[in-house]
C-alpha cells in the first residue's frame, strides 16, 4: 500500500481502503465492456510470443512491425494522452517512449515466462461506494473494475487464464469512483470487426447470448434480463464504432 498515493487520493476528497483478495475474481467482466485495452495488450503479448527472435536480433524492425498492431493504437491514443502527453508534440521523444515502452512489455513477458506471476506484484481492482458513471456517460452493474496492473492481467489471459487468484490482486475500496472506460474511444479509432465485438462483450456478460447477422449484433437469448437490458444499451451506443462493413 502506497501512502503517497492515499495521501494524493485523500486531498481530492476521495480516500481509500484497500485488502487482499479473498477469493477468485472472473477476468472475463473486469475487461468487458469497459477495457478494451486489455484485450489489446493480450494480443501483443502473444505477438511479442511469436517475434522474441526478432525483438533480441533487430529491435528497430521488432519497434517498426510493433507499430502495425493495435497496441500501438492504444498506446498513441490512451497510454500517452493520460500520462506522458508531452511525448505527442516531439517525434523523438515519442520514438524513445514507444521503445521504452516495448522494453518494458518485453522484460514484463520475459518474467512471466520464467518464474509465472510474480504475487509481490499484485494487480489492483478498484471498488467504490458510490460508482459513477465513466467519461463517455456509460453505467453498469459491476462491484469491481480493472484499476492498476493491467498488463499482468493481460500476460494471464494471453496465458489462458479466466480468473485472477486471491494472491494475484489486491482491491482498492474508494469512496467515490469513475471506473476507466477506454473501450468507446479504441473502437472509434480501430473500426472493430463485429465478430471480434462480439467476443469482446460476450466476456463481459456470460448470461446474454450474441449472434452476428448482415453485420449487426443481435441479442439471441439472455438469462439475466437486467443483464440483457445492459448489453442492448451497450449495443445501441458502441454500434457506431464497429466496422459493419467488415462483413
Known amino acids: 500500500m502506497s501512502a503517497r498515493d ?5 486531498r481530492r476528497g ?12 472472473e477476468i472475463g467482466p473486469l475487461v468487458s465492456p469497459f477495457r478494451f485495452d486489455i ?7 502473444l505477438f511479442h510470443a511469436e517475434r522474441l527472435d526478432l525483438y533480441r536480433s533487430d529491435f528497430e524492425s ?24 508531452h511525448v505527442l508534440a516531439d517525434e523523438r521523444l ?3 517512449a514507444w521503445a521504452e515502452r516495448l522494453h518494458a512489455t518485453a522484460r514484463l513477458h520475459d518474467s512471466f515466462e520464467r518464474n509465472g506471476f510474480d504475487e509481490r506484484y499484485p494487480i489492483t481492482l478498484y471498488s467504490g461506494r458510490s460508482v459513477q458513471p465513466t467519461i463517455w456517460g456509460r453505467r453498469i452493474t459491476r462491484t469491481i473494475y480493472a484499476g492498476d496492473g493491467n498488463h499482468r492481467m493481460a500476460l494471464l489471459l494471453a496465458a489462458g487464464r479466466t ?8 482491491l482498492r475500496h ?6 476507466g472506460d477506454t473501450t468507446p474511444l479504441l473502437l472509434s479509432a480501430l473500426r472493430v470487426e463485429p465478430s471480434r465485438y ?17 453485420g449487426r449484433i443481435d441479442v439471441v437469448r439472455a438469462t439475466d434480463p437486467a443483464a440483457e437490458a445492459e448489453v442492448r444499451e451497450l449495443l445501441a451506443g458502441d454500434e457506431l464504432h464497429v466496422n459493419s462493413e467488415a462483413h
Do not use: K
Request: hydrophobic residues 45%; aromatic residues 18%.
Open 94 to 96: 515519442f520514438d524513445a
Open 6 to 10: 492515499w495521501l494524493a487520493a485523500a
Open 62 to 85: 521488432y519497434a517498426e512491425l510493433a507499430r502495425e498492431q493495435d497496441y500501438f493504437v492504444w498506446f498513441r491514443r490512451v497510454m500517452c494522452p493520460s500520462w506522458q502527453p
Open 39 to 45: 484485450l489489446l495488450r493480450r494480443d501483443f503479448m
Open 163 to 170: 480468473t485472477l487468484l486471491p494472491s494475484e490482486f489486491r
Open 14 to 25: 476521495n480516500p481509500w481502503i484497500q485488502r487482499r483478495g479473498r477469493e477468485e475474481v
Open 174 to 179: 474508494f469512496r467515490r469512483l469513475v471506473p
Open 198 to 214: 462480439l467476443a469482446f462483450l460476450e466476456a463481459g456478460y456470460p448470461s446474454v447470448r450474441l449472434e452476428l447477422h448482415d
